[in-house]
């Protein structure tokens, strides 16, 4: 009797069993997916990881013919990528040229021979006149004439070219020197730009980990060679380096991203409303009323249109339209604030690193001044240089699909206005008493914006953050850089002019 109940409970433990057995798999699913989430996150995020995780995924580390042909594919799409770049800065420039001497031919300095000549000069080589020009380069020893015809003096030459932009790269303290030095001297534009692109394309404009850890280094070791030789924090607020200009050109795909994320919603909703008006100026708003009265009757106004900023305050209308124009200021800068003190984790690590190191190297400079100034050094930096070009020019940034009307574009600015003071972390002064009654706001916005700068620039350094070692170029396949014998000359001619200061 008792085997036949055993038996009988044993059978209805089976039947349930096979009646949920999908369930049992899914539930088995889960918990064997945890597990690998779990032993994945140690192995790429841990310190110390077990023996038994890494036999786990010891096979990733086989290369098959798959992963070869995606790294070809990813490293053409690279090449791709930053050849696009480099050609849109190459006819940026040949725009610039071109307007250059269309007005030099109105003004009749150019003649239309010498515009002739310039056209042959630049136009579209033929196959025989390359080759031809291949082949008298590589009578002189050129080293980029082609890998056929370079003799043993032209393949050392490659090599100790190739030997001095590696140099470059891991060593950024050169660099660093040549950019502190370019600043302080007047240079032509086209030298300046020529290195500027050449930086760029060594790095590759930051597309790959260990170029964009480098580039950052970089940015280092720039940013300590002028902090230390500035006399103040103020000469930092004021100063135009170049590092920062070549920083402005690698952040700019990320950037755009990033602006768009925080921001599109705001300016498209001041673009779109056709009757905002944020003018600040009451003397300004009384001249509009005066046109708009003229503009409706038809006659010529019997009030002046010149009078002083007192005078148009002290008029009813105008100084109520003026109260309205602040309070809108007010709620729409309060906006824009809250917008980008609250974007802090959509913002690239490029840009909170270079204010990570700036405000680093303020603090060992100036151990004696507060906080508050030197995160003034760095709203010049992260909002004057990143953030406020898309508020004012927010089509070159896609934030909207067209040109702005002019009356947007000055709203735009109002709020522009506002930031940058509030970026500087002064009230406004009695040289700006029409957006004095917004000190109050501005008061309790100073804070605010001063603890987000300190928080973007909490973030690791770049060693940390890309997981790099004095052994990253034994482990990391190197990548080849795609840039002209003429960029290399350039930069050659661009070292050994200023030798003495590197």
Same mark, same amino acid.
């Given at each position: 009797? /008792?085997?036949?109940?055993?038996?009988?409970? #044993?059978?209805?433990?089976?039947?349930?069993?096979?009646?949920?057995? !999908?369930?049992?798999?899914?539930?088995?699913?889960? #918990?064997?997916?945890?597990?690998?989430?779990?032993?994945?996150?140690?192995?790429?995020?841990?310190?110390?990881?077990?023996?038994?995780?890494? %036999?786990?995924? =010891?096979?990733?580390?086989?290369?098959?013919?798959?992963?070869?042909?995606?790294? &070809?594919?990813?490293?053409?799409?690279?090449?791709?990528?930053?050849?696009? &770049?480099?050609?849109?800065?190459?006819?940026?420039?040949?725009?610039?040229?071109?307007?250059?001497?269309?007005?030099?031919?109105?003004?009749?300095?150019?003649?239309?021979?010498?515009?002739?000549?310039?056209?042959?000069?630049?136009?579209?080589?033929?196959?025989?006149?390359?080759?031809?020009?291949?082949?008298?380069?590589?009578?002189?020893?050129?080293?980029?004439?082609?890998?056929?015809?370079?003799?043993?003096?032209? %393949?050392?030459?490659?090599?100790?070219?190739?030997?001095? #932009?590696?140099?470059?790269?891991?060593?950024?303290?050169?660099?660093?020197?040549? #950019?502190?030095?370019?600043?302080?001297?007047?240079?032509?534009?086209?030298?300046?730009?020529?290195?500027?692109?050449?930086?760029?394309?060594?790095? !590759?404009?930051?597309?790959?980990?260990?170029?964009?850890?480098?580039?950052?280094?970089?940015?280092?070791?720039?940013?300590?060679?002028?902090?230390?030789?500035?006399?103040?924090?103020?000469?930092?607020?004021?100063?135009?380096?170049?590092?920062?200009?070549?920083?402005?050109?690698?952040?700019?795909?990320?950037?755009?991203?990033?602006?768009?994320?925080?921001?599109?919603?705001?300016?498209?909703?001041?673009?779109?409303?056709?009757?905002?008006?944020?003018?600040?100026?009451?003397?300004?708003?009384?001249?509009?009323? =005066?046109?708009?009265?003229?503009?409706?009757?038809?006659?010529?106004?019997?009030?002046?249109?010149?009078?002083?900023?007192?005078?148009?305050?002290?008029?009813?209308?105008?100084?109520?339209?003026?109260?309205?124009?602040?309070?809108?200021?007010?709620?729409?800068?309060?906006?824009?604030?809250?917008?980008?003190?609250? !974007?802090?984790?959509?913002?690239?690590?490029?840009?909170?690193?270079?204010?990570?190191?700036?405000?680093?190297?303020?603090?060992?400079?100036?151990?004696?001044?507060?906080?508050?100034?030197?995160?003034?050094?760095?709203?010049?930096? &992260?909002?004057?240089?990143?953030?406020?070009?898309?508020?004012?020019?927010?089509?070159?940034?896609?934030?909207?699909?067209?040109?702005?009307?002019?009356?947007?574009? /000055?709203?735009?600015?109002?709020?522009? %206005?506002?930031?940058?003071?509030?970026?500087?972390?002064?009230?406004?002064?009695?040289?700006?008493?029409?957006?004095?009654?917004?000190?109050?706001?501005?008061?309790?916005?100073?804070?605010?914006?001063?603890?987000?700068?300190?928080?973007?620039?909490?973030?690791?350094?770049?060693?940390?953050?890309?997981?790099? !070692?004095?052994?990253?170029?034994?482990?990391?396949?190197?990548?080849?850089?795609?840039?002209?014998?003429?960029?290399?000359?350039?930069?050659?001619?661009?070292?050994?002019?200023?030798?003495?200061?590197?």
């Amino acid at each position: 009797m /008792r085997g036949v109940l055993q038996r009988r409970r #044993f059978r209805e433990k089976m039947k349930f069993y096979k009646e949920n057995i !999908s369930k049992i798999v899914k539930v088995q699913a889960l #918990f064997r997916a945890k597990e690998q989430r779990e032993q994945y996150r140690q192995l790429t995020m841990a310190t110390n990881v077990t023996v038994g995780t890494i %036999k786990n995924f =010891v096979h990733l580390l086989d290369d098959s013919e798959a992963d070869f042909e995606d790294e &070809i594919e990813v490293e053409r799409l690279r090449k791709k990528v930053v050849e696009g &770049i480099r050609e849109n800065q190459h006819l940026e420039t040949e725009v610039d040229e071109l307007d250059v001497k269309i007005a030099l031919l109105v003004q009749n300095v150019k003649s239309f021979e010498e515009l002739a000549k310039a056209r042959r000069r630049h136009g579209a080589d033929t196959a025989a006149a390359h080759a031809a020009r291949a082949s008298v380069l590589a009578a002189h020893g050129d080293p980029f004439a082609g890998h056929h015809t370079l003799d043993q003096a032209a %393949k050392r030459r490659l090599e100790l070219y190739q030997q001095l #932009f590696y140099l470059l790269q891991t060593v950024p303290e050169y660099l660093a020197r040549l #950019f502190f030095h370019m600043s302080r001297v007047e240079l032509p534009d086209k030298t300046k730009r020529t290195a500027e692109r050449v930086v760029l394309t060594l790095f !590759s404009y930051g597309q790959e980990r260990r170029e964009e850890c480098l580039i950052l280094k970089l940015f280092q070791a720039s940013i300590i060679e002028e902090v230390k030789a500035a006399p103040n924090i103020y000469e930092i607020i004021r100063g135009h380096p170049m590092y920062a200009t070549i920083a402005v050109q690698y952040v700019r795909p990320k950037q755009v991203a990033y602006v768009r994320e925080a921001l599109y919603t705001l300016i498209n909703e001041v673009v779109s409303q056709r009757d905002l008006n944020l003018e600040t100026d009451p003397v300004q708003i009384w001249k509009a009323r =005066v046109n708009d009265e003229e503009t409706r009757t038809g006659q010529p106004s019997q009030r002046p249109k010149d009078v002083s900023f007192h005078q148009a305050v002290e008029d009813p209308e105008t100084r109520a339209q003026f109260i309205r124009h602040l309070q809108k200021l007010h709620f729409l800068t309060r906006d824009f604030v809250n917008a980008i003190t609250g !974007s802090t984790r959509k913002m690239p690590y490029g840009m909170r690193c270079i204010a990570r190191e700036l405000f680093l190297a303020l603090g060992v400079k100036f151990p004696d001044e507060p906080e508050e100034l030197r995160a003034v050094a760095l709203g010049q930096m &992260i909002y004057y240089r990143f953030l406020n070009p898309a508020i004012v020019l927010p089509e070159n940034f896609d934030i909207v699909p067209t040109t702005i009307t002019p009356n947007a574009r /000055r709203n735009l600015d109002e709020i522009s %206005k506002m930031l940058k003071q509030i970026s500087l972390g002064q009230l406004f002064g009695d040289d700006n008493p029409c957006l004095t009654p917004l000190n109050s706001y501005l008061s309790e916005a100073i804070p605010q914006w001063t603890n987000w700068l300190i928080e973007v620039a909490d973030v690791p350094e770049a060693n940390v953050h890309f997981h790099a !070692s004095e052994f990253m170029d034994a482990t990391v396949q190197p990548k080849p850089i795609y840039i002209t014998p003429n960029e290399v000359y350039g930069m050659h001619s661009t070292l050994v002019d200023h030798l003495p200061h590197l």
